[in-house]
């Protein structure tokens, strides 16, 4: 029995009587036949799907990991998620997609500077904190520095410098003048065909 004859049996069996009504019938092994070749039609059509499509496998797989970490979950059923996220992405146009990895390769140098920022904050607050008595240091610590003041030198040396800013933004002018859009977006071609050799 093909796929064919099996739909064509069930379309049989499911005929309406002359009244209308669907009939009711007792299966026989020619219906238990035409289920079993449609749902190894189906198995098989799955297998094939795996096999052919092993890089999106991978990819989807990979998605929905993503997804279990950042949501921290462990239920195989939010895989629907990682389909939803995935599909986004490959539905969003390629000029696009160029586009907004130009845009974080740039905004990543900027970043620097909200990073350094913070640890200037950490440091005053943390230092405000040791002075006004609402954070204590451990013995062993003030060992290692001979002291409270010592050790508050040592955290004022760790701040990030006016200098060390000014040159983040340097290599952001610098970054943005070597990473032009049509030069970032050559590279990634490059590397995206060379990826399809290989794989393909």
């Known amino acids: 029995m093909n796929l064919k004859s099996a739909v064509s049996r069930f379309q049989f069996r499911f005929n309406k009587d002359t009244k209308g009504e669907y009939r009711n019938f007792k299966p026989v092994k020619e219906d238990v036949d035409a289920?079993?070749?449609?749902?190894?039609e189906l198995n098989n059509r799955d297998e094939?799907?795996?096999e052919k499509n092993n890089l999106v496998a991978k990819l989807l797989i990979y998605q929905y990991t993503q997804n279990i970490r950042h949501y921290g979950t462990t239920v195989l059923s939010d895989f629907n998620l990682a389909n939803i996220?995935?599909?986004k992405v490959l539905e969003y146009p390629l000029?696009?997609?160029?586009k907004s990895f130009h845009n974080d390769l740039h905004n990543n140098q900027l970043n620097k500077l909200i990073d350094n920022s913070d640890v200037n904050d950490s440091i005053d607050k943390k230092v405000a904190d040791i002075r006004g008595g609402k954070?204590?240091?451990e013995e062993f610590v003030?060992?290692?520095?001979?002291?409270i003041e010592n050790y508050i030198i040592h955290l004022e040396s760790e701040r990030i410098t006016e200098e060390q800013q000014i040159n983040v933004v340097k290599d952001l002018r610098d970054y943005k003048k070597a990473f032009t859009f049509e030069n970032t977006k050559s590279k990634l071609k490059g590397m995206i065909a060379n990826?399809?050799?290989k794989y393909n």
């Open 95 to 98: 000029e696009s997609v160029f």
């Open 35 to 40: 289920m079993n070749c449609i749902l190894t």
């Open 142 to 147: 003030l060992s290692k520095y001979d002291g």
């Open 135 to 137: 954070e204590v240091v």
């Open 195 to 197: 990826y399809c050799n």
């Open 85 to 87: 996220d995935l599909c």
């Open 48 to 50: 094939n799907a795996l």
